[in-house]
């Protein structure tokens, strides 16, 4: 219930985002008119995707962990026999993607002069999705302590099973809350 409660409260902080940039929008038109078509939609929208896609990988890890499965079960090679823990690493390595193609799309942003301190578009761009980006690289810490407790239990019990349902809530919201911001940033004109 915690996770729930302290969930809302990042909607809260994601709203007051979202209003930032709703009202720096309606003020100056003309900066959203120069710098959206910088953006680069079809390499954002595939960066989604690979975002959007971890959350399937952390949904299916959720499952083992549900059914007492930590880790896998015979070769790695074998999907189906695959535990939280390799469904786990899947999930990071698509958000650590995920993080890198940000990186790659603000040097790309940068070297078109739109910076935090360029203008309200740059400022407004660089809060909204720099915050996103540091939550989706606290979620990447805690999908790599669910993992390391993998290695550090004998018995994989419903107490560490909740640790990794609850890093999903998180991921999850992650997911939901870019998806709000690429439809924000990235589609509507």
Known sequence: MGTI???????????????MYFTIRQVRPDLWAEHTPT?????????TLI?????????????????????????L?????WGMREWYVLTYIFGAIFIAGQVYEYAHLVHDGITLASDGYGSVFYLTTGFHGMHVTGGL????????????????????AT?????????????????ALFATIYLLK
Request: proline share 1%; with cysteine; hydrophobic share 55%.
């Open 5 to 19: 409660v302290w969930l809302s409260s990042e909607l809260m902080f994601f709203a007051g985002l979202f209003a």
């Open 39 to 47: 953006l680069n939609v079809p390499f954002a929208a595939a960066n």
């Open 51 to 75: 975002l959007v896609i971890s959350s399937v990988w952390c949904q299916l890890g959720v499952h083992q962990a549900e059914h007492g499965k930590a880790f896998r079960s015979g070769s």
């Open 77 to 81: 090679l074998n999907v189906g026999s």
């Open 141 to 160: 810490i805690a999908f790599l302590l669910i993992i390391a407790r993998t290695f550090t239990t004998r018995h994989y019990s419903h107490a560490q």
């Open 163 to 179: 640790g990794a349902v609850v890093t999903s809530y998180y991921w999850h919201f992650v997911d939901v809350v870019w998806i």
